[in-house]
Antibody
Framework: QLQLQEYGSGLVKPSQTLSLTCAVS??????????WSWIRQPPGKGLEWIGY???????YYNPSLKRRVTISVDRSKNQFSLKLTSVTAADTAVYYC????????WGQGILVTVSS | EIVLTQSPGTLSLSPGERATLSCRAS???????LAWYQQKLGQAPRLLIS???SRDTGIPDRFSGSGSGTDFTLTISRLEPEDFAVYYC?????????FGGGTKVEIK
């Protein structure tokens, strides 16, 4: 069974860079032709798609975040990563990684709080 | 960007009743690439339906999806206690991928 697990810093200072990684186990992220996404959910609010990456490294970002987002992939480690620069309190959210365009496998999520 | 509007915001029903959730798109969803998710408190969303009407593996048949173009519906034929949750629709026919604001199904 495919499993995804997010890890990274749960507390980031304003103006700094949020960095998270999603480790994929139980299968290879390079097989099946899937894209791999980051999605976030502010506390008590709805879901926002951040962007996706293919194993080839091709990416697409939500235009609302594009200036600040970089998603990268490390096929040798079977993981992909998110960097979000110049964070503010508005970036406080649970961050999820997920597979595909309709998301059939999700990580459990990691709460990232932006605070000094 | 396709904006998805879900209604109602909250649905108050009793176990055994039928739930009808609506998702309306600001423009036609390409190839009816519309998905539905269930999210319980403290958990990641769970895929229920993709392609507007195809249940994901292991999803009970009391969940059904319908619709096309700009109007989509998720129906839960008979609510079980574990079905009380928040439901989101999501379109993946065009980028950026977008979600609706959610419908909370609560116990009456």
């Amino acid at each position: 069974q495919l499993q995804l697990q997010e890890y990274g810093s749960g507390l980031v200072k304003p103006s700094q860079t949020l960095s998270l990684t999603c480790a994929v186990s139980g299968g290879s992220l390079s097989s099946g032709g899937y894209s791999w996404s980051w999605i976030r959910q502010p506390p008590g609010k709805g879901l926002e798609w951040i962007g996706y990456i293919y194993p080839s490294g091709s990416t697409y970002y939500n235009p609302s975040l594009k200036r600040r987002v970089t998603i990268s992939v490390d096929r040798s480690k079977n993981q992909f990563s998110l960097k979000l620069t110049s964070v503010t309190a508005a970036d406080t959210a649970v961050y999820y990684c997920a597979r595909g365009f309709h998301f059939d496998f999700w990580g459990q999520g990691i709460l990232v709080t932006v605070s000094s | 960007e396709i904006v998805l509007t879900q209604s109602p915001g909250t649905l108050s029903l009793s176990p055994g009743e039928r739930a009808t959730l609506s998702c309306r798109a600001s423009q036609s969803v390409s190839s009816n690439y519309l998905a539905w998710y269930q999210q319980k408190l403290g958990q990641a969303p769970r895929l229920l339906i993709s392609g507007a009407s195809s249940r994901d593996t292991g999803i009970p048949d009391r969940f059904s999806g319908s619709g096309s173009g700009t109007d989509f519906t998720l129906t839960i034929s008979r609510l079980e206690p574990e079905d009380f949750a928040v439901y989101y629709c999501q379109q993946y026919g065009s980028s950026p991928l977008t979600f609706g604001g959610g419908t909370k199904v609560e116990i009456k």
